[in-house]
Nanobody
Framework: VQLQASGGGLVQAGASLRLACAAS????????MAWFRQAPGKEREFVGS????????RVSDSVKGRFTISRDFAKNTVYLQMFSLKPEDTAVYYC???????????????????WGQGTQVTVSS
């Protein structure tokens, strides 16, 4: 499966952005989809993921209450809606997919075989 992330940009603190991850070349519903981010000099960080079957989502504590994940089967696209952005949310955001990761490992980036190219989100104070 190929993933194409889009929607990043430069915004002020408190603004909202919606990132999109379009999947092609695979059966969308077969994959757990996830979002990770990486700020300069920092480790890649789990943001959230969506279970392939149930659609249940999990987000990290650092974004809970501000970020949500949704999907559109017709468009083979997963979205990361970000509200109340903070400067510490500045990072390159990546979408990822896995057909085999178990739920207890959803936060482990090495469990994902497929990655999008990343989209930059910059939040100014």
């Amino acid at each position: 499966v190929q993933l194409q992330a889009s929607g990043g940009g430069l915004v002020q603190a408190g603004a909202s952005l919606r990132l999109a991850c379009a999947a092609s070349g695979g059966t969308f519903s077969r994959y757990r989809m996830a979002w990770f981010r990486q700020a300069p000099g920092k480790e890649r960080e789990f943001v959230g993921s969506m279970d392939r079957g149930s659609g249940v989502t999990r987000v990290s504590d650092s974004v809970k209450g501000r970020f949500t994940i949704s999907r559109d089967f017709a468009k083979n696209t997963v979205y990361l809606q970000m509200f109340s952005l903070k400067p510490e949310d500045t990072a390159v955001y990546y979408c990822a997919a896995s057909s085999s990761v178990i739920s207890s490992q959803m936060h482990v980036w090495s469990q994902y075989a497929y990655w999008g190219q990343g989209t930059q989100v910059t939040v100014s104070s």
